[in-house]
């Protein structure tokens, strides 16, 4: 059957946590897995230029014994004008799972829509579904129990801040979201998850004030305060999230085992400080492993035959 992975408020807690297994077996015996996808081929159709969601699909792809074809957007027959539902239909012809990397949510909703193979969320304007489950996965790995933490993202509303909200939804976390005024999640993003969090025992607070966010945190968490396409409103930005920086301040405040995170990548001394990155309390670098062993688990459940 197909299945997608376009947010995660599409998966249930149990499978989130299926997955979270999953990448811990492959993560311990990475050899067992070599040839779980061998003969199957996955896309990845980008329209923005990517480190980590690129380079982690295409070699957990390699290591699962599968291949991947590179698609850039502005290379393909879109340009031309042939539409998303024409592509999605002439791809799946061809391909075993599709992973897009866009600006608009919606076009990924329509490539899911009109595709008969799995279609992967690489990130879009709302949401980056497979970094928050890296994210979580990460802080397990680190011997946080989610149902205890106070996880405190620090920075921008955006589609990281989505993703993380959703997943603290499902998991049960207590997450302080601090950003400054006009720069909150989306509302109505915001109100989904509010009303799953009460059904799991989780909590999302909203916060202008960081040092509330950071006050006891175990975990600190920042984005990059200008995304890809916000450029042109650098400065201006930049001169809203003054107060935001992540620094040796603002971590005072946190549990002495606080951990940080950061998605990659960071603009050293403006979010956050090279002192805070580079300091034994950073996660970030197992962080950015790990959405290696996670989108294993995901391209196993989506295209292989784990079961979750």
């Known amino acids: 059957m197909k299945k997608d992975l376009i947010n995660l408020k599409d998966l249930s807690t149990k ?60 290379e393909v027959q879109l340009k031309r004008g042939e ?10 012809r061809y391909l075993d799972g599709l992973v897009i990397r866009t600006f608009s949510h919606g076009e990924v909703e329509i490539l899911a829509g009109e595709s008969s193979i799995p279609v992967i969320n690489g990130l879009t304007d709302k949401y980056h579904p497979c970094q928050a489950l890296a994210d979580y996965f990460t802080l397990i790995e680190h011997g946080k129990d989610l149902k205890k933490i106070k996880f ?23 997450m302080w979201v601090a950003v400054p005024g006009g720069f909150e999640p989306d509302k109505d993003i915001l109100c989904e998850v509010s009303c799953e969090a009460d059904k799991n025992g989780a909590k999302i607070l909203l916060t202008d004030l960081p040092q509330e966010a950071a006050k006891n945190a175990d975990c600190i968490y920042t984005d990059v305060w200008v995304s890809m396409g916000q450029e042109g409103s650098e400065n201006k930005k930049i001169e809203k999230f003054k107060g935001f920086q ?56 989506l295209m292989g035959d784990k079961k979750i």
């Open 246 to 301: 992540i620094n040796r301040n603002l971590v005072s405040l946190a549990k002495k085992d606080c951990v940080i995170m950061h998605c990659l990548p960071a603009h050293r001394e403006v979010e956050i400080t090279s002192e805070v990155l580079d300091s034994p309390n950073s996660i970030v670098w197992d962080q950015a492993e790990n959405r290696l062993h996670l989108q294993k688990a995901v391209l196993l459940t």
């Open 152 to 174: 405190a993202y620090i920075g921008d509303g955006n589609n990281v801040c989505h993703s993380l909200m959703q997943g603290s939804a499902k998991l049960g976390v207590e």
């Open 15 to 74: 499978e989130i946590n299926g997955l979270f297994d999953l990448a811990f077996k492959i993560k311990k015996n990475r050899k067992k897995y070599n040839h779980d996808l061998s003969g199957k081929t996955l896309g990845l159709l980008f329209s923005k230029p990517s480190t980590r969601t690129r380079v982690s699909f295409d070699v957990a792809m390699n290591q699962l014994g599968g291949d991947t074809i590179f698609l850039r957007s502005e």
């Open 83 to 92: 539409t998303l539902a024409d592509t999605a239909k002439v791809l799946s």
